[in-house]
């Protein structure tokens, strides 16, 4: 018994994303917020204490390419975020003096840190993925829109 089967071509289509950057410069306020908050507040719990504050960084830094790069996709994203969370990470393994000048400022050394730890980059995974969640799965339609040529 022959079947007539017609060959079909799935034109897929090109989708481009557009996110708002001032609800994500909000996020990315948050973030930082929420990371300091944790090492005010909570910093008498040693779990919070060790983690939390890199798990929100790399959040913060999620966010921040989300607004710096807002057509791409939220998988590309949080690749970028991994790759410059470990890169600041492997920064802390080198001690120039210039560099430790920078480290002794607060902002330096909030964004630079101060020692490597391999834990953070467990730390910064977590943070990238539930960034990448967030903005996938759980922004609503008002903060990025999904746009097809």
Request: charged share 15%; net charge positive; with cysteine.
């Amino acid at each position: 018994m022959a079947t007539n089967q017609t060959a079909t071509t799935d034109r897929q289509e090109s989708v481009s994303i557009q996110r708002n950057r001032l609800a994500y410069v909000g996020f990315v306020a948050l973030a930082l917020l929420a990371g300091l908050a944790s090492r005010r507040f909570f910093g008498d719990i040693p779990f919070i204490r060790l983690y939390a504050g890199d798990v929100l960084w790399a959040l913060m830094v999620f966010f921040g390419f989300c607004t710096l790069l807002p057509g791409w996709p939220a998988g590309w994203l949080a690749l970028v975020t991994l790759l410059f969370s470990f890169g600041i990470e492997a920064s802390q393994l080198i001690h120039e003096p210039w560099l430790e000048a920078i480290r002794a400022t607060r902002l330096g050394g909030l964004i630079l840190g101060f020692s490597f730890v391999w834990s953070d980059l467990l730390c910064y995974s977590l943070g990238a993925l539930i960034g990448y969640l967030m903005d996938a799965y759980l922004m609503p339609g008002r903060y990025r829109r999904i746009l097809k040529r």
